[in-house]
């Protein structure tokens, strides 16, 4: 299933009495990487995950061009790819295991050929037979980006994806995010790695106490601009 704009309207979700986002509305598009910001608490895994469809809201709605998450379906739930906080990698499968039998669980064509191009992607070739138990933070922290990219999804959204990365692999994962950007994927990137996303992102958002906001372009850094809009609340 292909789709250029997610949208968000007037969304509202709670978690008993706590309500972690109120009243969002926002507008995602196709070719554009959108960093979404905040301090811990905010809402932004809240956001990705009803972004994901893991979650649904308790007020307002989500569009996918013009489908919701229950008239989307499987079609749905298979053009988007997340990579959150827990990793979803099995530690007793090899890292080339483990793509394996995610793209089995995606349906892609020619599983093996996919497996190869994600562990040169990833650059985890040498570590292909690995145990993912024995692999650091940030080798599983690429298997995982690799494994929610695996079935070219058309939603990319990425929970803090620097976690644990050297700078010639957060480097890395500065240029994929920009090919991703070029074949028209939509980006959302949550991040506390502000001079890290910085130079390829194209919108910055900010989430506080459940309310979003823009971070408007100008003068200073991004950091500078993030401080500004905390200290103007």
Known sequence: MDFTTVSFTDVTRTFGRRRAL????????????????????????????????????????????????????????????????????????SAAENLAFFAGLYGVDDVPARVESALERGGIMARRNDLVSSLSRGMRQRLALERALLHDPRLVLLDEPFTGLDDASAAALQARLVALRGAGRIVV????????????????????????????RGGGSLRERYRMVGAAR
Request: glycine share 12%.
């Open 22 to 93: 109120h009243r969002v509305s926002l507008r995602l598009n196709r070719g554009e990487i959108v960093a979404l910001l905040g301090p811990n608490g905010a809402g932004t895994s809240t956001l990705l995950g009803l972004a994901a469809t893991l979650l649904e809201p308790s007020s307002g709605t989500i569009h996918y061009d013009n489908h919701t998450a229950r008239s989307g379906g499987p079609g749905l739930r298979r053009a988007i790819g997340l990579l959150g906080h827990d990793l979803f990698v099995y530690p007793e499968l």
């Open 189 to 216: 990137v949550a991040t506390h790695d502000l001079e890290t996303i910085e130079p390829v992102l194209d919108r910055a958002l900010v989430l506080w106490n459940g309310r979003l906001e823009t971070i408007e």
